[in-house]
């Protein structure tokens, strides 16, 4: 039982280029988060899911897409890389129901725009 | 605006001493509230939590305090051990969204 699952673990992008971050959950989860760390900042909400096919905005989510075609993955886009965009990037899923629905988190992409 | 703060950045104990971290939050509809450990290079993980019609909850060493008037969290480490040395992130929920503070380093000497 993986959990939550990130690819890549670090990637270096030149400004203007793109990519896309995968998260992979084996937990049935219902729910899926992407999160970026800054210091001094915590972590912010970029974009979120509540179920396969549904995808909306968070706290942070220009210059970023997502798409959850299937439950278990969630993918982030960056269609034109900023240096702003270097941080520390973590997926989260939980579960829909129940008392405790706290997060699992991925061990996090590390994203250097340069 | 910032929703939920950590005005600590950092925090040094001696080991076997209590660790307190604090944190505010300024939305009164939050419903539920956490606390998750982070170690470098990995992710956080979950460590303890509690509702909003609660005012204590306890497990093992950690206890999480709530102030709901003061719109206060706190999270109490006794004693404390090396191995604690994380930075602790708390946490405050409404509807489908978390919202983090920006962490407390804590490191626990020997």
């Known amino acids: 039982n993986a959990g939550v699952t990130q690819t890549p673990k670090f990637r270096v992008l030149k400004t203007g280029q793109s990519m896309t971050l995968l998260c992979a959950q084996d937990?049935?989860?219902?729910?899926m988060y992407w999160y970026r760390q800054d210091p001094g900042m915590g972590l912010r909400l970029i974009h979120y899911?509540?179920?396969?096919?549904?995808?909306a905005k968070g706290e942070v989510p220009d210059g970023y897409n997502v798409s959850r075609l299937k439950k278990q993955n969630f993918l982030l886009g960056l269609e034109s890389a900023a240096p702003s965009q270097t941080s520390v990037y973590f997926c989260?899923?939980?579960?829909?129901?129940?008392?405790?629905?706290?997060?699992?988190f991925g061990s996090g992409t590390r994203l250097t725009v340069v | 605006d910032q929703q939920v703060k950590q005005n600590s950045p950092s925090l040094s104990v001696q080991e076997g001493r209590i660790s307190i971290l604090n944190c505010d939050y300024t939305n009164s509809m939050f419903d539920y509230f956490l606390w998750y450990k982070k170690y470098p290079a990995e992710g956080p993980t979950f460590l303890i939590s509690?509702?909003?019609?609660?005012d204590k909850n306890e497990d093992g060493r950690f206890t999480v305090f709530l102030n709901k008037s003061a719109k206060h969290l706190s999270l109490h480490i006794v004693p404390s051990q090396p191995g604690d040395s994380a930075v602790y992130f708390c946490?405050?929920?409404?509807?489908?969204?978390?919202?983090f503070g920006t962490g407390t380093s804590l490191t626990v000497i020997p």
């Open positions: 899911s509540v179920g396969e096919g549904t995808t």
């Open positions: 937990m049935n989860h219902e729910y």
């Open positions: 989260a899923s939980r579960e829909r129901f129940g008392r405790y629905y706290g997060y699992t």
């Open positions: 509690i509702s909003s019609i609660k």
């Open positions: 946490a405050a929920s409404a509807l489908n969204q978390f919202y």
